[in-house]
């Protein structure tokens, strides 16, 4: 049986909208407000994290990230490593490969749909950005970790990683790490008092 991680960037107050300031927001590019050896590190970690898992869950927007800022031309064991992890997209449509390999779409009731992808997959399936996604995993209790790269800055505005839910999700911190000088790496078991 697969395990759902969540792994998200994500600031002091829990934004995780617009990091590069692509998005236009006003309050983004906090990614890029870290030093190289801060990012050099959060790298290394991400890296870590790819060869341990089986796959990748993420939304058709976040897919599509990827896409656009070259991962499937990108060079080195991190993007090599990507590249070669089975991919499955949450959309109502069709979604292209790009090079990225060809990404098994799940275009029925998410709910279901991951639940399945649990049962098939056997190991860690990791699902990166993707915020509407992770609302529906944190609601339904799919999620089983959740790994948080928590950056020194409060945004004050923007979508957060936590919407309102339908009641109190218990987690159990099992773990954090400093990565570089500036990022915590905070991991919590989900459904655990």
Do not use: C
Not at 105 to 128: H, N, Q, R
Not at 164 to 183: D, W, Y
């Amino acid at each position: 049986m697969g395990k759902l991680i969540i792994s998200e960037n994500v600031t002091l107050d829990g934004v995780v909208q617009d990091p590069t300031g692509e998005e236009g927001s006003g309050r983004g590019s906090w990614f890029t407000w870290i030093g190289d050896a801060d990012r050099a590190a959060w790298a290394r970690v991400e890296h870590e994290e790819a060869l341990g898992a089986a796959a990748l869950l993420m939304g058709r927007r976040t897919h599509a990230y990827f896409l656009g800022r070259g991962w499937a031309t990108r060079t080195g064991e991190w993007a090599d490593r990507l590249r070669s992890l089975p991919k499955y997209v949450v959309s109502s449509s069709a979604v292209e490969g790009g090079g990225w390999g060809e990404p098994t779409v799940l275009a029925g009731d998410v709910v279901e749909e991951v639940a399945k992808l649990k049962e098939e997959v056997s190991g860690e399936i990791v699902v990166y950005g993707s915020s509407r996604l992770v609302h529906t995993l944190i609601e339904h209790d799919l999620a089983d970790e959740l790994r948080l790269m928590t950056y020194p800055f409060v945004v004050g505005a923007g979508e957060r990683l936590f919407p309102a839910t339908s009641g109190v999700k218990p987690a159990r911190l099992i773990g954090t790490r400093g990565v570089g000088t500036a990022l915590a790496l905070l991991t919590y078991e989900l459904g655990r008092r």
